[in-house]
């Protein structure tokens, strides 16, 4: 059974950081690539990064470029989201979720971690 | 960035009813030398993480019943459930994933009259 499972959220102040880690199992980590997807609680879903099977590619939305930096452990079986100079738009509820190919790019998303909260607060 | 508008907002719906959501993208997410629609419908009950539904605009991802059919292609997509069961209740959302970045629509929130 595919798992993922997000840790690391928590209350951050403006201009902090804070690192969010997912934990995959029940298939093999180094065949897919893996994305961050955020929501707002209540609201829609945005797309924040996505990074390829070998960390070859690596791409970010606008809102979070030069501030965010997505990185995977192949041997760990990890996928982390490296989050600095953290704003309060940034306070969401951040998926940790699986694409179907290995390389990030023209394929659909097929599982969702169940997510790790950040809010974002003085 | 792709833009995608779904339609209506919210919808209540009889159990054992049909209910239809529509999605339209601000460009052709039909791509022309494999003549496939990158379009994906996902389910989200409440508390839960999205869940994958349909995917190439209609095929349905192992394990969804087969109620739920999705058609449509180049800018218009339309998700159906041909008889509403109570597990349904849910926001459901279109996405493409034909580039990056990948967007989604609004969200539709789907409930029982």
């Known amino acids: 059974e595919v798992q993922l499972v997000e840790s690391g959220g928590g209350l951050a102040q403006p201009g902090r950081s804070l690192r969010l880690s997912c934990a995959a199992s029940?298939?093999?980590?180094?065949?897919?690539?893996m994305h961050w997807i955020r929501q707002v609680p209540g609201k829609g879903l945005e797309w924040v990064s996505l990074?390829?099977?070998?960390?070859?590619?690596?791409m970010y939305a606008d809102s979070v470029e030069g501030r965010f930096t997505v990185s995977r452990d192949n041997a760990k079986n990890s996928l982390y989201l490296q989050m600095n100079s953290l704003r309060p738009e940034d306070t969401a509820l951040y998926y940790c979720?699986?694409?179907?190919?290995?390389?990030?790019?023209?394929?659909?998303?097929?599982?969702w971690g169940q997510g790790t909260l950040v809010t974002v607060s003085s | 960035d792709i833009v995608m508008t779904q339609s209506p907002d919210s919808l209540a719906v009889s159990l054992g009813e049909r209910a239809t959501i529509n999605c339209k993208s601000s460009q052709s997410v039909l791509y022309s030398a494999n003549d496939k629609d990158y379009l994906a419908w996902l389910q989200q009950r409440p508390g839960q993480p999205p869940k994958l539904l349909i995917y190439w605009a209609s095929t349905r991802e192992s394990g969804v019943p087969d109620r739920f059919s999705g058609s449509g292609s180049g800018t218009d997509f339309t998700l159906t459930i041909s008889s509403l069961q109570a597990e349904d209740v849910a926001v459901y959302y279109c996405q493409q994933y034909y580039s990056t970045p990948s967007t989604f629509g609004q969200g539709t929130r789907l409930e029982i009259k």
């Open positions: 979720v699986r694409d179907h190919s290995s390389g990030g790019s023209g394929w659909y998303f097929d599982y």
């Open positions: 029940g298939f093999t980590f180094n065949d897919h690539a």
């Open positions: 990074i390829s099977w070998n960390s070859g590619s690596i």
